[in-house]
């Protein structure tokens, strides 16, 4: 036999042998891997072959960290989402994982885990950012022009006029602003400042829910940049806040105007 003949035989060899020993792509032979497991191409197996319908805020498992009892919330702002299907809460280091988990299973159809519309999600949205601009103002009513109120109100100027042109996009009417009826000042600016926290991660948590049913790329920037303001500027701001409030200085804080110090 020549000698490229035999050497074409001998890689032959090589290749089949090679075929033989690494199995299928997971790494294991075919016959020794385990019953129902799906090779590294699958859906549940792969993150780039994964469902992009499949989240945490889809999930019947899935539950926002901020509404599990204490100290579960505790990591609300770093962890979102934790996973209830094991029993005991399991916060969630990425919502990645939900798009190839064999668990995943969709929610329940009903008023709160039904899907959201565009709508639905746009007025919830909106109204938050109501809320949360007629609070700043009762606080500065009562306090006075004490920061981070006074620039977080401008701030929810600019997103509820962001979120209103969402609606004319689509010609619906936008929801009437009847938070300043709705709302009051706390008692003290500590109680002010740690309320408006627990706020902001209320509101990081809503748009990770609302964010997956909003579709057109421009409404999709609005809310992810309202929910990148939120986390990188306005809670920490308030924590800031927070922490001045309980300082002792050689004059009272925190005390409403025209109440004199207890």
């Known amino acids: 036999m020549p000698a490229s003949n035999r050497l074409q035989a001998r ?4 290749k089949d042998g090679g075929r033989e020993n690494r199995g299928d792509a997971t790494g294991q032979p075919s016959e020794e891997r385990p019953s129902g497991e799906r090779t590294a191409r699958g859906r549940s197996s792969n993150r780039r072959g994964g469902n992009a319908d499949h989240h945490a805020s889809t999930c019947r498992w899935a539950i926002p960290t901020l509404f599990l009892p204490a100290p579960y919330w505790w990591d609300a702002e770093d962890r979102p989402w934790a996973c209830v299907r094991d029993g005991a809460p399991r916060a969630l280091e990425t919502t990645e994982v ?3 988990c064999p668990y995943w299973e969709p929610r329940p159809r009903g008023p709160l885990t039904g ?3 565009i709508v639905q999600a746009f007025r919830e949205a909106l109204e938050d950012t109501y809320r949360a601009r007629a609070t700043c103002r009762k606080v500065i009513e009562a ?3 004490v920061q981070p109120f006074v620039k977080t109100m401008q ?3 600019r997103y509820a006029r962001a979120l209103s042109s969402l609606f004319d996009r689509m010609a619906v009417q936008p929801p009437r602003d009847t938070w300043p009826a709705r709302v009051s000042a706390p008692d003290t600016l500590v109680e002010a400042c740690a309320a408006a926290g627990r706020a902001e991660m209320e ?3 809503m748009y990770e829910r609302l964010i997956p049913f909003v579709r057109d790329p421009a409404a999709r920037r609005i809310m992810r940049r309202i929910q990148s303001q939120s986390q990188r500027r306005h809670l920490p701001a308030f924590r800031r806040c927070f922490t001045r409030a309980l300082k002792p200085t050689g004059r009272p804080r925190g ?5 004199s110090a207890p």
């Open 98 to 100: 939900c798009t190839d």
């Open 115 to 117: 899907p959201v519309s």
């Open 11 to 14: 890689r032959r060899r090589a």
């Open 203 to 205: 509101r990081q948590a």
């Open 255 to 259: 005390v409403r105007r025209g109440r």
């Open 143 to 145: 306090f006075g022009p």
């Open 155 to 157: 701030a929810e100027e």
